[in-house]
């Protein structure tokens, strides 16, 4: 079987205009990394990411945008694919989004509480649609994360398996945000439990988990979102590249 290669997407979360990352999904415990985002998606491209993962974290706590005016400034700013998640619930909000240039909808919430407007998505939008998968205890958090359902994560994974979901986005709440690594053995495990190809996403703490994750690009990890590992210096986003695509 030839080899696959994974898609690195680094990472800018957005509060208040600015690029920020949590602890742990909460909003009292952000860092600021920078106050113009599109900057920030320029030196990323400069440093050969073809893909972008960016989340309006207002948005996902009040359900619409809210940081639409710095998403419009990345996508104008950034030459390669941009994933945009938080706080997009509506069919208007989706086609919105499409239209001002963003490539793929992470959709989390509303893929609980309203199925069927995200597997209409899908369907009139292929391969533009991801569901997000964000787990506390194996079970899915919503509104930000603020809330835990009592849904397991491969129910919801599984609600969607024949719906043309382009991905799931797999995050691991506890550790986002937190440089303890990936949870591995849960990503993989989703991704070999459904047809869905699976994003990581939480935690990534350095080149060893995008090694790791690559190893399994045959099992279905698509790609992998980091971002403070970024940040602080701890992973090298072309060496994370050159790795993602050599295994």
Known sequence: MAPVSIIVFPAIDL???????????????????????????????????QHLHVVDLDGSFVGKAVNGAAVESIVSAFPGHVQLGGGIRNREAVERWFDLGVSRIVIGTAALKDPEFVKAAARDFPGGIVVAVDARDGFVATEGWAEKSDMEVIDLARRFEDAGVASLLFTDVGRDGMLKGCNIDATVSLA?????????????????????????????????????ALYDGRLDLKAALAVAAAE
Not at 204 to 212: H, N, P, Q, T
């Open 192 to 228: 070999r439990a459904c047809s869905i190809p699976v994003i990581a996403s939480g935690g990534v703490a350095g080149i060893s988990d995008i090694r790791i994750l690559s190893l399994h690009a045959q099992d279905g990890i698509e790609g992998v979102i980091t971002g403070r």
């Open 15 to 49: 509060k208040g205009g600015q690029v920020v990352r949590l602890a742990e999904g909460d909003m009292d415990r952000a860092t600021v990394y920078g106050d113009d985002p599109a900057a920030q998606a320029l030196l990323f491209a400069q440093a050969g990411a």
